[in-house]
């Protein structure tokens, strides 16, 4: 079974091709990575993925529904949630709003009856309150709650981005470059975090990461890009020994 | 629910209302329409601070919006003997020459047809983002001007209408913008008034999270152009004159210098601007005349004031980014820390 298809999606500005004939395949509550060189294209996947970019040619399938040009919040709203390379959160804004915000798109009361608080509406923002407080307490950052999200240390802010992320109520999460700028410690925890969210929020979770201890560490599935051409997909362990992507990493002899 | 909190407000807002009764009791006619004006700034003042604040639109029309609410409003309360005095050029159309209805509905309608209006110019420019929203905005504005200055049937044109009724005291005033200020704290609050501040500070992650952007940012300029229609309304009945030239761009600076000297965002510091610059406004007027410095005098120069208004934003971009108020809010629970923070001074 899988959550999300793409197939043969290519991407082009202009006269460069981004991504080129790129078939994924991301199996339900699998945990699936790409990697590559810089410039590769992974994060133009991200984008065509969430609706920030409509793909020039092929299909994107998610959860038996085409999403291909679609825009960005009725993907979130299917069941797609995102978070980015360069941390993007309402920074002037509290941590506990910043989850509840997500909430936003599952709430199905009108502006008035949320500005003149009906009883309906307070039952459903106590619901949601309710919700994100448990969602704080199981990322571990219910103790920031009231804390402005840009005054989080930088691990912290990118666990925020992942919380923020569940709380659409996702069932596919994708993770830009999540362990960017943390150090082996951290990068460790947050390969156990990105299991245990996969489990406890029964996710599928697709991953660009350059850290390949936490890739090869909990991925299930790899795809390599480079160039926007996909030279190889696999285990790990297929991965580590496909000369194909050491020359792609490391260059060869002429 | 009745908690103590509640009762606080309660109280807050019925000790105002005993205040502006004994100002409207006390007060000579000329300081009665400054705390009128007051009270109309405030209701700009938050509906400009909705839009450029809350949500982050840098809007600029706000004037035009002003001038359909106070037409339409206008256009509903005059007398027919009225209308035909005014309408001398051009008959007025057939459908507005005999209607004549009360203050209350003719204010809400003119605030409806503001809203109709922000609505349906909102739709095409909020595909523009910041200064070019900003230009499309000022644009919009000025041509809701000219087209009034050309409907001759319908706005009498550049003559503009003169003797509309004065309905707008102190209770009218306050009262609406007592009610604006318990709307936009409850929007504040709301899920809807958080999405339009994630909007403000990221549009990317907002829509990410599953916001529609469009449709949350023409709700907050539907919003805003709806108060500025009411706004416009009440300003028109103060006045007893309307014509379009009052609209122009200066009018829109005028709202716009409150909400960024009261911190773009913050409820409570566009209320406390919105009062300050009003009064300073009629109390600097001496500046415009000729000024006696003793050694030399100044021959009158009209817009001296604004000078000053100019230097004083400028002060307060330089060296009070946050504006007067920072990003506190005036709540219960700020002046709680304040106080304690000062008893624990003392001690």
Redesign the interface.
């Known amino acids: 079974m899988s959550i999300l298809r793409t197939d043969s999606i290519t991407m082009k500005f202009g006269g460069l091709t981004a991504v080129s004939e790129l078939s994924l395949n991301i199996p339900t509550n699998g945990i699936v990575g790409l990697i590559g060189p810089n410039g590769a294209g992974k994060t133009t996947i991200f984008n065509m993925i969430?609706g920030?970019y409509t793909p020039t040619t092929g299909n994107i399938v998610f959860d038996k529904i085409d999403i291909t040009g679609m825009?960005?919040?009725l993907i979130?709203?299917n069941g797609i949630?995102?978070t980015?390379q360069n941390i993007?959160?309402?920074?002037?804004?509290t941590v506990l709003?910043n989850v509840?915000?997500?909430?936003?798109?599952?709430?199905k009361?009108n502006?008035m009856s949320?500005?003149?608080?009906t009883p309906d509406?307070r039952e459903k923002?106590e619901h949601?309150l309710k919700k994100s407080l448990q969602l704080l307490e199981q990322t571990g950052l219910l103790e920031y709650k009231d804390d402005k999200a840009s005054s989080l240390p930088y691990g912290k802010q990118r666990k925020l981005e992942i919380a923020?992320a569940l709380a659409?109520e996702p069932k596919l999460l994708l993770l830009d470059e999540p362990a960017a700028g943390m150090n082996p410690q951290e990068s460790i925890e947050l390969m156990e975090f990105v299991k245990e969210i996969r489990d406890a929020f029964d996710l599928s979770i697709l991953m660009i990461e350059h850290h390949m201890q936490v890739i090869m560490g909990v991925c299930e599935k790899i795809y390599v890009l480079d160039y926007g051409v996909n030279i190889a997909e696999g285990n790990p362990e297929e991965i580590q020994n496909n000369p194909k992507v050491i020359e792609a990493y490391l260059g060869v002899d002429e | 629910m009745l908690n103590k909190n509640n009762l606080i407000k309660i109280g807050l807002i019925v000790v105002t209302g005993i205040v502006l009764a004994i100002l409207n009791a006390t007060l000579g006619r000329y300081s009665l329409r400054i705390l009128n004006l007051a009270g109309i700034y405030i209701i700009l003042g938050l509906s400009l601070n909705l839009i450029n604040g809350f949500t982050g639109l840098f809007s600029l029309g706000h004037a035009g919006f002003m001038a359909v609410g106070a037409y339409a409003s206008a256009l509903l309360t005059m007398s027919p003997a009225q209308k035909s005095v005014n309408f001398f050029v051009k008959p007025i159309v057939p459908i507005l020459a005999n209607v004549e209805i009360g203050f209350l509905p003719a204010i809400i309608i003119g605030g409806f047809v503001a809203a109709i209006v922000g609505a349906i110019l909102a739709a095409p420019i909020l595909r523009l983002k910041d200064d070019y929203l900003a230009i499309a905005t000022l644009g919009f504005g000025e041509i809701i001007r000219v087209i009034f200055t050309n409907t001759q049937s319908l706005t009498n044109g550049a003559l503009g209408l003169k003797g509309l009724p004065s309905y707008t005291n102190t209770g009218y005033t306050w009262t609406i913008a007592i009610l604006t200020i318990i709307?936009m704290f409850?929007?504040r609050r709301?899920?809807?008034g958080?999405?339009f501040?994630?909007i403000r500070?990221?549009e990317?992650?907002?829509?990410?999270?599953?916001?529609?952007?469009f449709k949350h940012k023409l709700?907050a300029f539907t919003i805003g152009s709806f108060f500025a229609g009411v706004g416009g309304a009440l300003l028109a009945h103060l006045m007893g004159t309307i014509d379009p030239l009052m609209f122009r761009f200066l009018m829109t600076f005028n709202i716009l210098l409150i909400v960024v000297l009261g911190e773009i965002g913050s409820i409570s510091g566009t209320i406390v601007s919105a009062i300050i610059v009003t009064i300073s406004m009629e109390w600097l007027r001496f500046l415009d005349g000729p000024i006696d410095l003793g050694f030399m005098v100044i021959h009158s120069v009209p817009g001296m004031r604004m000078v000053l208004f100019s230097l004083l934003l400028m002060i307060v971009i330089l060296y009070y980014q946050h504006g007067l108020m920072g990003?506190d809010e005036i709540t219960l629970e700020f002046l709680k820390s304040k106080l304690n923070k000062f008893k624990k001074k003392e001690a």
């Open positions: 969430t920030v825009k960005s919040h979130t709203k949630a995102r980015f993007r959160l309402f920074k002037d804004l709003d509840m915000i997500a909430n936003h798109l599952r709430l009361s502006i949320s500005i003149f608080r509406y923002e949601i923020r659409t | 709307f409850s929007l709301s899920s809807y958080k999405a501040m994630a500070e990221d990317i992650a907002a829509e990410s999270m599953g916001i529609d952007l709700l990003q």
